[in-house]
């Protein structure tokens, strides 16, 4: 199986300045890959994001510490489900409006101004032929938090006076009610849905209404950010996301200028699939193929990490 993962050879050393390489995944998907040096770019401005120690109660994506599963975590148990998707989340994303933002929350050095904080980001972290955020980026997903830091403060205060859970992984938004809610009906009705919709709105952001979906947990199985919570309220990862994360593993050890990369990817795979397991349900082809395929990238490349048989 170790054939698999050959990595072609480097065809020399990557260009001076600090770049981006547009890759165009099966999907029609557009994501970037740095070369070497923006790469560094990116990853000081991350070091420097991190630096400020801003707490996010409601974010769980790009967080330190946090994984899918951990999102999933906070509905566990509550029965009424309503999930929104933002659509073209990073591209909604205005980096003047970015930058006060980022100056506002004490971002001040060793960037400046809110002009020299906002010519940083125009230079490192949009899209070459695009605008707002750029997808392949280390640094936004903390920028995207950031940015999103006063919209999930108002959604949350709004859901905290309803006794509904929010959390929100990037650009996947979950709402949660249990079967009592507090003060209010049970189930997150048509006036709640509209109330979230409004501010989301009110923030100049867009909602992807095709993945829209308002579920009840006695009706079927909810799946949250790749995490199936089932009618027993036992947890398991979806199929969909299993096989999405299996072709993405593979494509970062053939594609990714550092290796280190697909190694971490591997490792917190290794982490959720063994958070996930049950004992009384045997694994599903899908969580085995992937299993093996994270324990060959672990023992080839990061072989400390991999697990002991």
């Known amino acids: 199986m170790k054939d698999t993962y050959k990595r072609p050879e480097a065809d020399g050393q990557p260009p ?9 995944r ?34 769980t994506g790009g967080i330190k510490g946090s994984n899918v599963l951990k999102n999933a975590l906070r509905h566990a ?7 929104l998707d933002l659509q073209g ?43 707002g955020l750029i997808q392949g980026g280390a640094a ?18 709004y859901c905290k006076g309803q006794g509904m859970i929010y959390s929100r992984y990037l650009d996947d938004l979950t709402f949660s009610s249990p079967d009592h809610a507090f003060r209010t009906q049970d189930a997150i009705g048509r006036d709640k849905r509209r109330t979230i919709r409004d501010i989301i709105v009110r923030h100049n952001m867009s909602i992807n209404e095709s993945k ?28 969909r996301y299993l096989r999405h994360a299996r072709s993405e593993l593979r494509r970062m050890v053939m594609e990714s200028p550092d290796i280190k990369d697909a190694v971490q990817y591997a490792s917190g795979l290794n982490g959720l699939l063994k958070a996930v397991r049950d004992p009384d349900r045997p694994m599903s082809e899908d969580e085995v193929a992937l299993y093996l395929e994270v324990q060959d990238v672990l023992v080839t ?8 048989f």
């Open 140 to 157: 936004s997903p903390l920028l995207f938090n950031l940015y999103c830091l006063d919209l999930d403060i108002e959604i949350g205060k």
């Open 301 to 308: 490349y990061g072989a400390d990490l991999a697990d002991r």
């Open 26 to 59: 099966p999907d029609g998907r557009v994501v970037w890959a740095p070369n070497r040096l923006m790469k560094a770019e990116q990853l000081d401005l991350l070091y420097n994001l991190e630096a400020m120690e801003v707490e996010f109660e409601h974010a």
């Open 89 to 131: 989340a990073y591209g909604q994303v205005d980096l003047s409006l970015l930058a006060h933002k980022l100056y506002g929350l004490g971002f001040q050095q060793p960037f400046g101004e809110p002009e020299e904080i906002f010519d940083r980001l125009n230079d490192f972290s949009r899209p070459p032929d695009g605008d």
């Open 77 to 83: 148990g509550n029965r009424y489900f309503f999930q």
């Open 212 to 239: 829209t979906r308002s579920q009840d947990l006695q009706r079927g199985p909810v799946t949250i950010t790749g995490v199936q919570i089932n009618v027993n309220g036992k947890l398991q990862l979806a199929t």
């Open 16 to 24: 001076d300045p600090p770049a981006w390489q547009k890759i165009i």
